[in-house]
């Protein structure tokens, strides 16, 4: 089992930035690669970025490449998503998600099999 904890969400006017964080509990060790994802209302859930527990691979969406960041801190079991230049369809519900065995996909929310609860960002205009 893994346990995911989000926090950073909040208000921000558009062009500001905000940092997200992740923190893994438990059987963090089985990790292989962990996600960022957002829903917005109405909408489906939708892949934001990805980066390999091991290793420099990272992946973004490319709505947000450019302007957001994954960072990873391992003796702390966190991950991090720095978002700059925030838009107001940057709004939405983040998550946080683990996936503990390899996929050829990294955008697919079924590839995750651990989810945190997710945190709300509103970008105002």
């Known amino acids: 089992q893994v346990q995911l904890v989000e926090s950073g969400g909040g208000l921000v006017q558009a062009g500001g930035s905000l940092r997200l964080s992740c923190a893994a509990s438990?059987?963090?060790?089985?990790?292989?690669?962990m996600g960022w994802f957002r829903q917005a209302p109405g909408k489906e859930r939708e892949f934001v970025g990805a980066?390999?527990?091991?290793?420099?691979?990272?992946y973004y969406a490319d709505s947000v490449k450019g302007r957001f960041t994954i960072s990873r801190d391992n003796a702390e079991n966190t991950v991090y998503l720095q978002m700059n230049s925030l838009k107001p369809e940057d709004t939405a519900v983040y998550y946080c998600?683990?996936?503990?065995?390899?996929?050829?996909?990294?955008?697919?929310?079924?590839?995750?099999?651990?989810w945190g609860q997710g945190t709300q960002v509103t970008v105002s205009s």
């Open positions: 998600a683990a996936a503990t065995y390899y996929t050829l996909s990294y955008t697919l929310p079924s590839t995750y099999n651990y």
């Open positions: 438990g059987r963090t060790f089985s990790t292989y690669r």
């Open positions: 980066k390999n527990w091991i290793g420099a691979n990272t």
